[in-house]
């Protein structure tokens, strides 16, 4: 299997998008994030949800799942929706602005579709689909998606193959040996920081193609020179707060742009 195609993007956004107004969404991406740091409320931390469709009978390829996943959260960032005026702004600017979490969990059936019915955005790549919900405080989280899943389920590596050079590539750091749902929240930090990294124009042309991206794993071999990507400018790497799995300070994933 390729890099997988990119079968919808669920969204109720104008179907006419302004690039003045792409422009907006952009720079907020691009001025980076957390400068307000945590609330002093606990229950007031923001995080966005994000909820993987894991069916029992029929689970999708872990690389195709990530995928979607990837191309959700940063969907929903520059949605619309999420820029000035926007139903979405105060809920993703006070996200954005404080320490950024990202939360997967995993639901299937009657979960799944229920999930479906709050404010987000669906991404399907290769039968393989995620949601990314409108971040808000972790103490108000909508009980359709606070009752779902976080651990307890994960999927086997697969090998989709060389990734198409026309997608931007995720490549996740294979030696951390992350569950399912962690590795979906770190590619889609990954996405967003790519986002904002490129150049507006380059970021409007990805949106237009639905945020297309290969989702691959990166062993110890070719690790090093990713990372030296990443030093020389060519790519943008994930470095984790360590709230989960991981070390604090851990490099996740690393985001190259396409090739072509």
């Given at each position: 299997m390729?890099?997988?195609?990119?079968?919808?993007?669920?969204?109720?956004?104008?179907?006419?998008?302004?690039?003045?107004?792409?422009?907006?969404?952009?720079?907020?991406?691009?001025?980076?994030?957390?400068?307000?740091?945590?609330?002093?409320?606990p229950?007031?931390?923001?995080a966005?949800?994000?909820?993987?469709?894991?069916?029992?009978?029929?689970?999708?390829?872990?690389s195709?799942?990530?995928?979607?996943?990837?191309?959700?959260?940063?969907a929903?960032?520059?949605?619309?929706?999420s820029?000035p005026?926007?139903?979405w702004?105060?809920?993703?600017?006070?996200?954005k602005?404080?320490?950024?979490?990202?939360?997967a969990r995993?639901?299937?059936?009657?979960?799944?579709?229920?999930?479906?019915?709050?404010?987000g955005?669906?991404?399907?790549v290769?039968?393989?689909?995620?949601?990314?919900?409108?971040?808000g405080?972790?103490?108000?989280?909508?009980?359709r998606?606070?009752?779902?899943?976080?651990?307890?389920t994960?999927?086997?590596?697969?090998?989709?193959?060389?990734?198409?050079?026309?997608?931007?590539?995720?490549?996740?750091?294979?030696?951390?040996?992350?569950?399912?749902?962690?590795a979906?929240?770190?590619?889609?930090?990954?996405?967003?920081?790519?986002?904002?990294?490129?150049?507006?124009?380059?970021?409007?042309?990805?949106?237009?193609?639905?945020?297309?991206c290969?989702?691959?794993?990166?062993d110890?071999r070719?690790?090093?020179?990713?990372?030296a990507?990443?030093?020389a400018?060519?790519?943008?790497?994930?470095?984790?707060?360590?709230?989960?799995?991981?070390?604090?300070?851990?490099?996740?994933v690393?985001?190259?742009?396409?090739?072509?």
């Amino acid at each position: 299997m390729g890099s997988g195609e990119l079968s919808g993007v669920e969204t109720e956004a104008p179907a006419r998008d302004d690039a003045a107004e792409f422009a907006l969404r952009h720079a907020e991406l691009a001025r980076g994030y957390g400068g307000n740091g945590d609330p002093d409320d606990p229950a007031m931390v923001q995080a966005m949800q994000m909820v993987l469709h894991i069916p029992k009978a029929d689970p999708p390829a872990r690389s195709a799942l990530l995928e979607a996943a990837a191309a959700a959260a940063v969907a929903v960032c520059l949605d619309p929706r999420s820029g000035p005026g926007g139903e979405w702004e105060p809920r993703y600017l006070a996200w954005k602005r404080s320490r950024i979490r990202k939360v997967a969990r995993r639901a299937r059936g009657a979960q799944w579709i229920a999930a479906g019915a709050v404010d987000g955005v669906t991404v399907e790549v290769d039968g393989a689909q995620a949601r990314a919900f409108v971040p808000g405080p972790v103490g108000a989280i909508d009980q359709r998606i606070r009752k779902l899943q976080i651990g307890g389920t994960d999927l086997d590596h697969d090998e989709p193959g060389p990734p198409d050079p026309e997608l931007p590539v995720l490549w996740v750091n294979a030696a951390l040996e992350m569950s399912v749902g962690k590795a979906a929240a770190q590619v889609g930090h990954a996405s967003m920081l790519l986002a904002g990294a490129l150049p507006v124009a380059a970021a409007a042309d990805w949106a237009a193609h639905g945020f297309r991206c290969a989702v691959r794993d990166a062993d110890e071999r070719l690790w090093p020179a990713l990372v030296a990507e990443v030093a020389a400018g060519r790519a943008v790497a994930v470095r984790d707060a360590g709230f989960t799995e991981v070390a604090p300070g851990s490099m996740t994933v690393i985001a190259v742009p396409a090739r072509a």
